[in-house]
């Protein structure tokens, strides 16, 4: 799945130290979701990821948001 494979890049960038890279991969990867996943982004367990990955992004946890970016958030899309 595109989506997945784009979120474990995005993660991959940030475990690298490429983090101006990833936060723009990041931003795209979320558009895509509001664009062709709409009804993941509905679902209550992305709002409960994504309130400790954007603490995470806050704190500069690069490692903490990486693993959201590619072990939590692939989980959605399996639901």
Known sequence: MKMVESFINTAHLFRLGHEAE?????????????????????QSSFG??????LQAQERQDWLALADYLEY????????
């Open 72 to 79: 939590e958030l692939p989980q959605l899309f399996k639901l």
């Open 48 to 53: 409960q990821i994504l309130s400790p990955m």
């Open 22 to 42: 990833a936060s723009v991969a990041l931003r795209q990867c979320i558009d895509e979701m509001e664009k062709h996943y709409p009804e993941i982004i509905r």
